[in-house]
């Protein structure tokens, strides 16, 4: 969360803002973060920052998987097993599901 | 200033930049700098205790006879690790974290800058031991092997799954001590294959050397011809 309001701060400031008024993450649902501990860090933190009394909204993006075997795109339910709704088969990637990621800023 | 012109001037700008970007672009560099060297870079990550230093060893001491090898390798503290592989065939170099739980790309890169890597073409990257945070930070290895002991539990990876999905090699080790521990070898490796389908299995005790000429087959295939 450190680095996220350095990188938030460091945006605001190219874009001669000086206070950040909402922050929006795009956090993938297997990307091994949890957002409890994003938004306990975020209120711990944000207080010395510009992002000091900004919202912090949390965007999910659900996990996809696509089956080698049968090509079809399915969303993945079962956590870290991939298994493709048509043919049963276990596939081992994602197509989303793991971003990280400072979508948005509201600055003035 | 009236309220209305303070929420006027707040605008919105799209950002779109991973939260990860400045490691994973150092991790860029470092695989260029791998690749126009010829070199293979492979990132060991496991529980501590799994059996990553020890399985170096044996490998420096035989694989590392016939091909130039090089280890860095990161702990919390002490430089145990890198005096037990100190060989004057392969440079070390110990990167002590402090608190970190997991080495970043920086690292490796400052690490990789310190050392005599000339006709290197094995580079081990041994990780912290720990099968979490380790996960997120690409290095800017070839490849990644995941380490699972037998004196750890047969579900190891459905409980860390991320660190398992994103191997391209699984070692079970210690595999001598598995019936004593009452190990049920079958159902890790199915395990194994469910959480990590990609991942090319290797079955080794480095203590008695089984297993160890396959593991040995698979960095000769790593290792670019010259």
Not at chain 1, 67 to 82: M, Q, R, Y
Not at chain 1, 89 to 96: A, E, K, T, Y
Not at chain 2, 110 to 132: P, Q, T, W, Y
Not at chain 2, 209 to 216: A, P, Q, R
Request: charged share 25%; glycine share 6%.
């Amino acid at each position: 969360m450190e680095s996220t309001l350095a990188l938030a701060a460091a945006k605001a400031r190219d874009q001669g803002a000086t206070r950040i008024h909402r922050i929006v993450l795009r956090i993938g649902a297997l990307s091994g973060v949890e957002p409890e501990a994003l938004r306990f860090a975020f209120d711990a933190m944000a207080k010395q920052t510009p992002a000091a009394g900004a919202v912090l909204d949390i965007e999910t993006v659900p996990a996809c998987g696509r089956c080698e075997e049968c090509d079809l795109e399915f969303e993945v339910t079962s956590g870290f097993i991939f298994t493709c709704p048509k043919c049963g088969r276990i596939s081992g990637d994602l197509n989303q599901g793991r971003e990280l990621e400072l979508a948005r800023l509201e600055i003035s | 200033m009236s309220s209305d012109s303070a929420t006027a001037s707040i605008r919105s700008i799209d950002v779109g930049i991973s939260l990860l970007e400045a490691n994973d672009r150092l991790a860029e560099r470092n695989r260029a700098e791998f690749r126009r060297r010829c070199i293979t870079a492979l990132n060991l990550l496991s529980s501590p205790g799994a059996g990553k230093t020890t399985l170096l060893e044996r490998t420096l001491d035989q694989f590392g006879r016939e091909t130039r090898c090089a280890v860095i390798v990161g702990d919390l503290e002490t430089d145990n690790d890198a005096r037990r592989l100190r060989r004057p065939h392969a440079p070390v170099v110990q990167i002590t974290t402090g608190t970190a739980c997991h080495l970043e790309a920086a690292m490796v890169a400052r690490s990789a800058a310190a050392m005599d890597l000339s006709g290197v073409r094995m580079l081990f990257i041994e990780n912290v031991g720990n099968l979490v945070c380790p996960a997120s930070f690409d290095l800017g290895e070839t490849a990644r092997v995941v380490l699972l002991s037998t004196t750890e539990g047969e579900d190891k990876p459905l409980k860390y799954p991320p660190i398992f999905k994103s191997a391209q090699v699984v070692l079970l080790t210690k595999i001598d001590v598995a019936d004593v521990l009452g190990f049920d070898r079958a159902a890790a490796i199915k395990n194994i294959h469910r959480i990590a389908p990609q991942a090319k299995l290797i079955q080794l005790s480095a203590r008695t050397g089984e297993g160890l000429e396959e593991w040995y087959d698979f960095l000769r295939t790593l290792v670019p011809r010259t």
